[in-house]
């Protein structure tokens, strides 16, 4: 049995008509005949009572056009699936960021409109390190990656979504908190301890404060470390020392803390958007487009 029989079938049993059944199908009548003549015999029943005046469904017939058409709507589910997944428009898309790439408004505005534009795409999130978030990648466990700048293997490609400033995160009740001036230099922290992430962690980070540091003239004392920066930030909040994050933390407010801008010329940092090299599915590279397109 062929699904062209049981489509044949369902032709005559809408019809109750061989000649209009075939005009419809657009193919001839006794083809037609044949073609259900022969599902009859495997079947081994009559679908069809004949006359030289009518054609009617037999008892059989009447309950086999219910399961056909069942099958066939099945099969034309089957077809739209593969299609739409094809076209990225079904599925599961796994993206994989650092903790800080949600905070930027154009981000935020990416992941809400292809929430919007591919409504049955499960958008699966994931925070990780910087460091895990390339592991992923290469490793095939994640579609997409955001990340702070880290070196890459050979397999992954990164392209620059934006930059943005760091600030010193800084006690409320300490004097670097109302020091005058627009913001503060590296060399304002010299003498401070430290929260900061731990060099495990793997965040893209850690290699950028101790340049900034250096350049400055001093190595930091990490007196703290701490693996989220909603904990860092906390812990300035207690006293227990300073910290430098990207600006986009200061949508974080919590009582207890002053971000003060670093004038530093290198005090900024970037979020790469960073893909294997070998072609993605098209619900990442529509994600990828959506991203591009708000940067």
Request: hydrophobic share 45%; net charge negative; charged share 20%.
């Amino acid at each position: 049995m062929e699904l062209r029989h049981l489509r044949y079938f369902i032709a005559v049993a809408e019809c109750l008509h061989f000649g209009r059944a075939a005009a419809l199908l657009g193919i001839s009548q006794p083809p037609l005949s044949q073609q259900i003549q022969a599902l009859e015999q495997e079947l081994g029943t009559r679908l069809f009572d004949r006359t030289n005046r009518r054609v009617a469904l037999s008892e059989a017939g009447r309950l086999f056009l219910d399961e056909a058409r069942q099958v066939l709507t099945q099969v034309d589910k089957a077809a739209d699936v593969a299609r739409r997944a094809q076209l990225g428009e079904l599925g599961e898309l796994k993206v994989a960021f650092t903790s800080s790439a949600p905070f930027n408004s154009s981000i935020s505005t990416a992941i809400r409109g292809f929430r919007q534009a591919y409504p049955a795409v499960h958008l699966h999130l994931q925070e990780m390190s910087s460091q895990d978030v390339a592991d992923a990648l290469l490793e095939k466990r994640v579609d997409v990656g955001l990340m702070r700048p880290l070196p890459l293997a050979d397999a992954l490609h990164a392209v620059e979504l934006f930059r943005e400033p760091l600030v010193a995160v800084v006690n409320a009740g300490h004097p670097l908190a109302i020091a005058p001036g627009d913001g503060l230099y590296m060399t304002a922290l010299a003498e401070e301890p430290f929260v900061f992430f731990p060099r495990s962690y793997g965040s893209g980070l850690y290699a950028q404060l101790l340049s900034l540091a250096r350049e400055a003239g001093f190595n930091p004392h990490i007196a703290q470390e701490a693996s989220e920066a909603m904990t860092i930030i906390g812990l300035v909040s207690a006293g227990l020392g300073v910290s430098v994050l990207p600006a986009s933390f200061r949508s974080i407010r919590i009582d207890g803390v002053a971000y003060r801008p670093l004038l530093d010329p290198a005090a900024e940092s970037a979020v790469w958007l960073v893909r294997h090299t070998e072609p993605g599915s098209a619900m990442a590279e529509a994600f990828t487009a959506l991203l591009l397109g708000h940067r």
